[in-house]
């Protein structure tokens, strides 16, 4: 909000006047910060058959509810994943809930596991998305 004040002077008669103001770059004011919420995690454990080392499945998620699949991969062996169909991303996490190096918003990661236990694969997406998903374990 702003405000102009305009007064007389001893110095000058009192007389009649028009005032015209014009504002330029307006101050634009600053968005009130909104709370977020994290989002939660719907987490299911992936089996992958013995003698089929790649499966493909369909899921579902949303912002507020992130999909999140447990696969049990043994050191040393290979964890693929990949985007098939839907405007995903990735967020492949060590089973102690860290991030992976470049795992993160990937459509699709591969590398051989440092350390054996449940890997996580998070299915991330700015809006409620139907996605297809391929997941593959392989040995060395």
Not at 12 to 35: E, G, H, I, N, S
Not at 39 to 64: A, K, V
Not at 112 to 126: F, H, K, L, T, W
Request: charged share 20%; proline share 10%.
């Amino acid at each position: 909000m702003y405000s102009v004040q305009v007064s007389l002077t001893k110095e000058l008669p009192a007389r009649d006047y028009d005032l015209q103001l014009t504002l330029t770059d307006p101050v634009q004011p600053k968005p009130t910060p909104t709370a977020t919420t994290p989002p939660s995690y719907d987490t299911e454990p992936l089996t992958i058959p013995e003698g089929e080392p790649t499966i493909q499945f369909d899921g579902q998620t949303t912002p507020q509810k992130v999909k999140r699949y447990l696969v049990n991969v043994d050191q040393g062996q290979q964890l693929a994943t990949e985007v098939i169909q839907g405007n995903v991303t990735l967020d492949i996490r060590y089973p102690n809930g860290q991030l992976v190096e470049d795992g993160s918003g990937v459509k699709f990661w591969q590398n051989s596991a440092p350390r054996g236990g449940e890997y996580m694969i998070d299915v991330i997406s700015q809006r409620s998305t139907n996605f297809t998903l391929s997941v593959s374990v392989t040995n060395p």
